[in-house]
């Protein structure tokens, strides 16, 4: 049974580029939240999926964007992007428990 | 304002002694309580988690000790081995009206176990 899978597993972008990382959850979880992780930190929640709806939203501006598909997978979209948005991007999938965690994706902005 | 707050930030402990870390809280609505182990690289694994109405919970070597009234609880991690050797961040869920909120993240314990 896979976990929770996420690609790429690190990129880098430019300044005012727009990127998409994209999640697949565990087998059985119908629910998709994204974090952010700066070095040094912990996770900071970014927002939540369910039924393909946006159900929750953290302290994060409206550059970061997210969707879900009918197979329970996700995307983050980040637009404009700033210096300050490169950090390990993570994935976590539940279904009424435990949150789970893929490895994350390294976004490094410059 | 940080609504969880986690130490030590760092913590060396010797191979078979014990390793306590510990996190407080102020919001009474937080209902779940787990801790993650976080290798380099890697994305946080569940370790172990606890609700508020047990005061202590244990799995192999990992025990969670709940304080409810003190609003804080701990990780001990007896027998800690060099494989142990990784940072730890407890959370906290906020329960909203039967609804499951997100996790809130404390800021992490790098533990060296030196062998």
């Known amino acids: 049974d896979a976990g929770v899978t996420q690609s790429p597993t690190h990129l880098i972008k430019t300044r005012g580029q727009q990127v998409t990382l994209r999640c697949s959850p565990k087998s059985g979880h119908d629910t998709v939240s994204w974090y952010q992780q700066a070095l040094g930190q912990g996770p900071q929640f970014i927002f939540q999926?369910?039924?393909?709806?946006?159900?929750q939203r953290g302290n994060f501006p409206d550059r970061f964007s997210g969707h879900q598909f009918p197979n329970y997978s996700s995307e983050l979209n980040v637009n404009a992007l700033l210096l300050g948005d490169s950090a390990l991007y993570l994935c976590?999938?539940?279904?009424?428990?435990?949150?789970?965690f893929g490895p994350g994706t390294r976004l490094t902005v410059t | 304002q940080q609504q969880v707050k986690q130490s030590p930030q760092s913590l060396i402990v010797q191979k078979g002694g014990i390793s306590i870390i510990n996190c407080a809280y102020e919001?009474?609505?937080?209902?779940?309580f787990p801790w993650y182990q976080q290798f380099p690289g890697k994305g946080p694994a569940l370790l172990i988690a606890i609700r508020p109405d047990v005061s202590e919970k244990k799995e192999g070597r990992f025990t969670i000790s709940f304080n409810k009234s003190a609003k804080q609880f701990s990780l001990h991690i007896m027998d800690s081995q060099p494989g142990d050797s990784a940072t730890y961040f407890c959370a906290a869920r906020e329960n909203y009206g039967g609804s499951q909120g997100n996790l809130i993240f404390g800021k992490g314990t790098k533990l060296s176990v030196k062998p």
């Open positions: 999926y369910y039924e393909e709806e946006e159900r």
């Open positions: 976590a999938s539940r279904s009424l428990g435990e949150q789970y």
């Open positions: 919001n009474t609505a937080f209902d779940y």
